[in-house]
């Protein structure tokens, strides 16, 4: 059994200024920016608790605000995802989340709880962080990333995962059970 994750395409997610990406969607650049990428509906993702700590962050920085993204369409989200100042997710359950791969595509900080496979995608980038599914601690690492308005170097870290070097995962698998069909 081999397990293969999607890739995320590296063309379509990469970092561009944060500033032009605000502007290209009319956000406001002095703000900082929650992504949200999810429907605040789906119960499984957690909105109330993000929401909670967004809440919770606003009382040290006013600033911060949730940005939402559902619906958006798939060759607008790079802008959202660039526009944004840290991606958060409080899943109770997922597997292997395209929007972490392609928040660390575009060097995106998150702050994220421990489940599926993401604290082995964001592995030990700087910028990223792990935490219990509870407001206080969320709120603190927002609050964090916000104040130091750094990108990470999640691309390079997330570059093992790209659609070509996935592609070729599957190609060798294929290969491998073909090979063994034939003996």
């Known amino acids: 059994v081999e397990v293969i994750?999607?890739?995320v395409d590296l063309n379509a997610f990469r970092p561009i200024d944060r500033s032009e990406a605000c502007k290209s969607l009319g956000l406001d650049?002095?703000?900082k920016y929650v992504?949200?990428?999810?429907?605040?509906?789906?119960?499984?993702?957690?909105?109330?608790?993000?929401?909670?700590?967004v809440e919770e962050a606003r009382v040290q920085n006013p600033a911060i605000e949730i940005l939402h993204a559902?619906?958006?369409?798939?060759?607008?989200?790079?802008?959202?995802?660039?526009a944004a100042d840290v991606l958060v997710l409080a899943s109770i359950f997922e597997g292997s989340p395209n929007a972490v791969k392609e928040a660390m595509a575009v060097n995106l900080p998150e702050v994220a709880v421990d489940v599926g496979d993401v604290?082995?995608?964001?592995?030990?980038?700087?910028?990223c962080y792990i935490v219990p599914r509870e407001v206080?601690?969320?709120?603190?690492?927002?609050?964090?990333?916000?104040?130091?308005?750094?990108?990470?170097?999640?691309?390079?870290?997330?570059?093992?995962?790209?659609?070509?070097?996935?592609?070729?995962?599957?190609?060798?698998?294929y290969n491998r059970v073909a090979k063994t069909a034939k003996s």
Do not use: H
């Open 5 to 7: 994750p999607n890739g």
């Open 136 to 173: 206080n601690p969320m709120a603190e690492k927002i609050v964090e990333v916000c104040r130091g308005a750094a990108r990470t170097r999640g691309r390079g870290y997330i570059a093992r995962l790209s659609i070509e070097k996935v592609a070729e995962r599957v190609l060798a698998v």
């Open 29 to 31: 650049p002095k703000k």
């Open 119 to 127: 604290r082995e995608l964001i592995g030990t980038t700087e910028g």
């Open 35 to 53: 992504l949200f990428p999810y429907n605040p509906a789906e119960q499984r993702k957690r909105y109330d608790l993000i929401q909670a700590a």
């Open 70 to 82: 559902r619906g958006v369409p798939r060759e607008r989200m790079p802008l959202y995802m660039n």
